[in-house]
């Protein structure tokens, strides 16, 4: 056990102090740059008072940005993205736990595998995938034959066709599989006593009566906890809404603030940059801070 004494406390807290200024000095020049007219912008040495422009600024932004759509578009996606993973992640959990199938453990570990591919590896699969969500279906009917045996006796080619370039779906669908949500379930799931999956089957309860009654109820904090990773997540996601977005009415705020920015050799109004890149923040810090007891909980309660 560690010692407490009073000189460990100023180190530990002068150690803890520094890294915090260190963090956060970038984030308060952002803040401050946020607030300068166009004209101070040039100024040697950088100004580090705020100024008085920091609400035109982000009016300017919001407008010129078109952020009502983008926001709007994030606002949905991280929500879409939260929910679909905490569901999937819950009930694969509770399969992978309660219920005795073989290729349990295989299927654990294929899983977990996962962790080791990001979206990055398996982008170009994953487009392809929702460029035409039947090609699994097109390609097994192809392989069994059916398309020709359809074609020969009813004349009809079939093109099963679904595109989800440019929709919510194709935006959601290929990032709600977690591997960490669900290996966060399942180490939850096996820290609850046998007793009372027993009881409720003494009590006549089937398996999602208990899900729904007994296991939801007792992963509150875990929820909560994975609801604020994926949330922050999907709010910032930048590659993969620019690979399935070609136009303007589904981009998200990630992606507006890139086409706020000036180009390269541009001067540019970077104020006005900066004040819509505390727009992008501001939501995923909320979240943050508002659900921080309950996250520090769910992960705590995890590890037991």
Known sequence: MIENTRVLNIVTHAILI?????????????????????????????????????????REAWVRGNFGIYFLNSLVTATLITLGKIALATITAFALVYFRFPGRTLAFWAIFITLMLPLEVRIVPTYEVVANALLPAQQILEWTGMTWLIGALSGVEVALQWNMINSYWGLTLPLIATATGTFLFRQFYLTVPDELAEAAKLDGAGPMRFFLDVLLP???????????????????????????????????????????????????????????????????????????????????????
């Open 18 to 58: 520094a890294a915090l200024l260190v963090m956060c000095f970038p984030l308060y020049v952002l803040a401050v740059t946020a607030t300068l007219p166009y004209e101070r912008l040039g100024e040697v040495p950088k100004p580090l008072v705020p100024d008085t422009h920091l609400t035109a600024n982000i």
């Open 218 to 304: 007792l992963s509150r904090t875990n929820i909560a906890a994975l609801a604020v990773i994926m949330f922050v997540a999907g709010w910032n996601q930048y590659l993969w809404p620019l690979l399935v977005t070609t136009g303007p009415d589904y981009r998200t705020l990630t992606l507006g603030l890139t086409f706020l920015a000036p180009d390269a050799d541009a001067v540019g109004d970077w104020n006005v940059t900066l004040a819509g890149a505390l727009i992008v923040m501001l939501p995923p810090v909320l979240v943050v801070v508002l659900a921080q007891r309950w996250f520090v909980k769910g992960l705590v309660n995890a590890e037991k």
